[in-house]
């Protein structure tokens, strides 16, 4: 690939990276797909081109072909922490809970020093699949678990307050005779 190429497709990333992350309505996204997809004729073996691909088409609520995009990504890059991840999150829309958290859970073993910015996101997820799967004690200790290695995630908070909450209320007993 040539320096004017190796530009054109960096330039083509940013603007679609900038287009999906301050949209304001789907010809944003439209455009994004356009300039990713350009990206993708320059270089078509790039997994980080194929995430962003894949984001953009989850925002467009096209779950098949976002999914498609993230098996690019993970086939191009199969050790890929946030590979595997986006491959999650769009299992996990598509209510494939089950290959969701086999996805999360292989995000989180190929995540490294480098992958950390990525943390908080991959125990929101597997917290979420988890509660999706009816598994609320397992969801909460994947929240605990996440505080404890991102203590200041908003995300995380927000995400183990209701099953707190729901653990409690239901820990409530109602006592025979007790209102009269």
Known sequence: MSAIQQDEFDDCLEMARALLGG???????????EYINRALRLRPTDPEAWILKSQ???????????????????????????????RGAVLADMERYADALKAVERSFR?????????????????????????????????FEIGLRRCPGSALLKAGLEPLRRERMRRSFRVIPGGLR
């Not at 789907?26 to 797909?33: C, I, P, R």
């Not at 990525?118 to 917290?127: G, M, P, Q, S, V």
């Open 56 to 86: 953009i088409l989850s925002s467009l609520d096209d779950d098949p072909a976002a999914l498609a995009a993230s098996e690019m990504a993970v086939r191009r890059a199969p050790r890929s922490a946030e590979a595997h991840y986006v």
């Open 110 to 142: 190929h995540s490294g020093k480098d992958d950390d910015w990525l943390l908080e996101d991959l125990y929101y997820e597997k917290a979420a699949i988890l509660d999706a799967l009816n598994r609320a004690d397992e969801a909460m200790a994947t």
């Open 23 to 33: 949209y304001e309505g789907a010809g944003d996204l439209w455009e994004a797909n």
